[in-house]
């Protein structure tokens, strides 16, 4: 799965917890969105909406089962939730992970 795909995924949860959120609330639909962390738009129940969202999509798209809010991820000093970017970047290295394992 390339990074642009994985981008889009991302980019389409993003649509669905948009919905669930008041207009001022909504997040960005770009790579340099801000998610989560000091100017991000999601709070903790915003970000699990969002996490809930991308892990089926990825499962559909590449038959690849992911747990994007594990301990590792939570316990990182740069947050692999801080924007767009980021998240698929860490996907794409999750991704990768699972395939050499496998």
């Known amino acids: 799965m390339t990074y642009e ?5 991302i ?7 948009n919905q ?9 639909k770009s790579r340099e969105a ?5 100017g991000g738009m999601l ?16 499962e ?3 038959g690849a089962t992911l747990t994007l809010a594990d301990p590792n991820a939570m316990s990182r000093k740069d947050t692999p939730f801080r924007t767009v ?3 698929a970047e860490y996907i794409c290295q999750l991704l990768r992970e699972q395939a050499v394992a496998t």
């Open 34 to 38: 801000i998610l989560f962390g000091e």
């Open 85 to 87: 970017d980021t998240l």
């Open 43 to 58: 709070d903790s129940m915003g970000l699990v909406n969002l996490v809930v969202a991308i892990e089926p999509r990825i």
């Open 5 to 9: 795909q994985v981008s889009q995924i």
């Open 20 to 28: 669930m959120l008041p207009p001022a609330k909504q997040v960005e």
């Open 11 to 17: 980019l389409d949860a993003i649509d669905e917890t």
């Open 60 to 62: 559909d798209a590449c």
